[in-house]
């Protein structure tokens, strides 16, 4: 068996909340933009560049580094009472770090809201559920919220109202053929280790840099050898003995969780007990799609 125990995590988001409305502000970032009620501040100096590329095949803005992309509301279409506000951000998900969002806040004008990122290359729409909005134009530029670095962003939708479970998609479900856990062998399986960048996204190997001597979050380092060269990422260590680069994987890959699924059934495990963590309701909801 391998010579290390591990345990992955599926965290698995549910949402709790009520009415939604048609959107009420919108800007798709083509060339030239569509705004209905929402503007991009367009700036070539200070923190808020922006630069008109095309990604995946459909006109966008990213956003270099050090930089924002400031959005404002116009038209009084949205009311510093209206609390209750459900974003929509379509981004191309490149990388596996965060994309931060920041946005008018009741006591805080720059509250932080981060979008975990899953490396699929395709463009993703997140959703966003804001119980404490107050867009009233307190940001850099007289804007209401802001998008951070090296991000690909093709629309943003706003809406007014709180999210309904049951328009949300479901998750095909396939029954099992066990009914009961007399006589069998079940692991926990926690799917949360992350690989990314030099600055982020190394949730449970580190957290905010590459793993390296003095900076890490783990006890023993996993053999890699039976993992896909895309699951693995450059670590601040240094080369194996063997002369090989010291690399860690990505939980989040389905061809890792399918390696581990495959150890498991060779060693005899009947299954895996699923953990939900529910500090998450209510704040963003990632959605793969087509290109819009």
Same mark, same amino acid.
């Given at each position: 068996?391998?010579?290390?125990?591990?345990?992955?995590?599926?965290?698995?988001?549910?949402?709790?909340?009520?009415?939604?409305?048609?959107?009420?502000?919108?800007?798709?970032?083509? %060339?030239?933009?569509?705004?209905?009620?929402?503007?991009?501040?367009?700036?070539?100096?200070? %923190?808020?560049?922006?630069?008109?590329?095309?990604?995946?095949?459909?006109?966008?803005?990213?956003?270099?580094?050090?930089?924002?992309?400031?959005?404002?509301?116009?038209?009084?279409?949205?009311?510093?009472?209206?609390?209750?506000?459900? $974003?929509?951000?379509?981004?191309?998900?490149?990388?596996?770090?965060?994309?931060?969002?920041?946005?008018?806040?009741?006591?805080?004008?720059?509250?932080?809201?981060?979008?975990?990122?899953?490396?699929? %290359?395709?463009?993703?729409?997140?959703?966003?559920?804001?119980?404490?909005?107050?867009?009233?134009?307190?940001?850099?530029?007289?804007?209401?919220?802001?998008?951070?670095?090296?991000?690909?962003?093709?629309?943003?939708?706003?809406?007014?109202?709180?999210?309904?479970?049951?328009?949300?998609?479901?998750?095909? $479900?396939?029954?099992?053929?066990?009914?009961?856990?007399?006589?069998?062998?079940?692991?926990?399986?926690?799917?949360?280790?992350?690989?990314?960048?030099?600055?982020?996204?190394?949730?449970?190997?580190?957290?905010?840099?590459?793993?390296?001597?003095?900076?890490?979050?783990?006890?023993?380092?996993? %053999?890699?050898?039976?993992?896909?060269?895309?699951?693995?990422?450059?670590?601040?260590?240094?080369?194996?003995?063997?002369?090989?680069?010291?690399?860690?994987?990505?939980?989040?890959?389905?061809? $890792?969780?399918?390696?581990?699924?495959?150890?498991?059934?060779?060693?005899?495990?009947?299954?895996?007990?699923?953990?939900?963590?529910?500090?998450?309701?209510?704040?963003?909801?990632?959605?793969?799609?087509?290109?819009?």
């Amino acid at each position: 068996m391998k010579k290390y125990t591990f345990f992955l995590s599926l965290l698995l988001f549910c949402t709790i909340i009520t009415a939604q409305s048609a959107p009420i502000a919108s800007i798709t970032l083509s %060339d030239p933009a569509v705004e209905t009620n929402l503007s991009l501040h367009i700036a070539t100096q200070a %923190d808020a560049i922006t630069n008109k590329t095309t990604k995946g095949a459909m006109a966008c803005i990213f956003i270099p580094a050090n930089n924002y992309a400031y959005f404002k509301t116009t038209n009084g279409a949205i009311a510093q009472t209206d609390n209750n506000l459900i $974003v929509k951000i379509t981004y191309f998900d490149e990388g596996t770090g965060d994309m931060q969002f920041q946005y008018n806040a009741t006591g805080n004008n720059y509250k932080n809201q981060n979008i975990k990122k899953t490396g699929t %290359d395709k463009w993703i729409t997140t959703t966003v559920a804001l119980t404490d909005a107050t867009f009233k134009q307190v940001q850099n530029n007289n804007c209401d919220f802001r998008i951070g670095a090296n991000n690909y962003i093709r629309q943003i939708t706003i809406e007014k109202g709180t999210l309904n479970p049951a328009s949300e998609p479901k998750v095909p $479900v396939i029954a099992s053929n066990y009914s009961e856990f007399i006589g069998k062998t079940v692991a926990g399986y926690q799917a949360w280790f992350s690989t990314g960048d030099a600055t982020s996204g190394w949730f449970h190997w580190n957290g905010t840099q590459q793993p390296s001597p003095a900076k890490l979050s783990f006890e023993v380092y996993p %053999d890699v050898t039976e993992y896909q060269a895309s699951d693995l990422a450059q670590t601040g260590f240094a080369n194996f003995g063997n002369g090989k680069p010291a690399k860690l994987f990505n939980s989040a890959n389905t061809s $890792v969780i399918n390696k581990h699924f495959d150890w498991m059934k060779t060693y005899g495990l009947d299954g895996v007990a699923l953990q939900r963590f529910i500090n998450g309701i209510g704040t963003v909801i990632n959605n793969s799609q087509d290109a819009v």
